[in-house]
Structure formats: C-alpha cells, structure tokens
Nanobody
Framework: QILLVQSGGGLVQIGDSLRLSCAAS????????MGWFRQAPGKDREFVAS????????HYSDSVKGRFAIARDNAENMLNLTMKDLKPEDTAVYYC????????????????????WGQGTQVTVSS
C-alpha cells in the first residue's frame, strides 16, 4: 500500500478557497490513480474527484465540477485538491486515496477501487 499523509483544511467562510494536499510514500506514486472523497456527519463517504496516474484524465462529482480542481505532481509524490467558491454543503472530512492496482483507472468514482487512504482532514465552511 501507499502511505498517504494529508495536510490543509480548516475553517473558512462561504466563497473562500482552500487547498488540500496529500503526500505519498511507499509504492511508486506515479503508477497509481488517485482520488479525493469526503464524508459529512451522518452521511456515507462520497466521491469528489479523481485523476489517472499520468495526470491527464480527471473526473469530478457534479456537486464540485467547476469549483474544485485535482492535480498531481509525480516528481514530488504529491496530490492536491484546490477548492474554490466553497459552500456550507462542502463541509466534511476529506480523504485522499490511491487505487489498488498500478496503471489502473477503472470506475474511479467507486470507493471499492481504492485501498490506501489518508488520515482525513476537516473542512468547515461557515455561513
């Protein structure tokens, strides 16, 4: 598995921007597709964004499309999620995750395709 350590997050106001980071170690980061998920209180963990191992292909949930951007730096073993125009409904614990197999980008929105997870970071958008 890949070890994923998250940073960023915090308390922001409506309309603010925030960036989450996820530092990877262990397996070769550049071989694995990555994703961001989030879990609000009382709700299931849901897909936010994903990116293939090369960084050329990405997907977003409808709720964040146009506001969030996923990016990766394979030289630095880093995954980022830049969030703009934040809304109260974006409040959740955010998790980065790595897909289970190298050079594999199938069903990127399916939580079952990920087997390495970051520790989670809280994002709270206050009104």
């Amino acid at each position: 598995q890949i070890l994923l350590v998250q940073s960023g997050g915090g308390l922001v106001q409506i309309g603010d921007s925030l960036r989450l980071s996820c530092a990877a170690s262990g397996r070769t980061f550049s071989n694995y597709a990555m994703g961001w998920f989030r879990q609000a209180p009382g709700k299931d963990r849901e897909f936010v964004a994903s990116i293939d191992w090369s960084g050329r292909i990405s997907h977003y949930s409808d709720s964040v499309k146009g506001r969030f951007a996923i990016a990766r730096d394979n030289a630095e073993n880093m995954l980022n999620l830049t969030m703009k125009d934040l809304k109260p409904e974006d409040t959740a614990v955010y998790y980065c995750a790595a897909q289970r197999s190298a050079h594999y980008y199938v069903r990127p929105k399916d939580i079952e395709e990920y087997n390495s997870w970051g520790q989670g970071t809280q994002v709270t958008v206050s009104s």
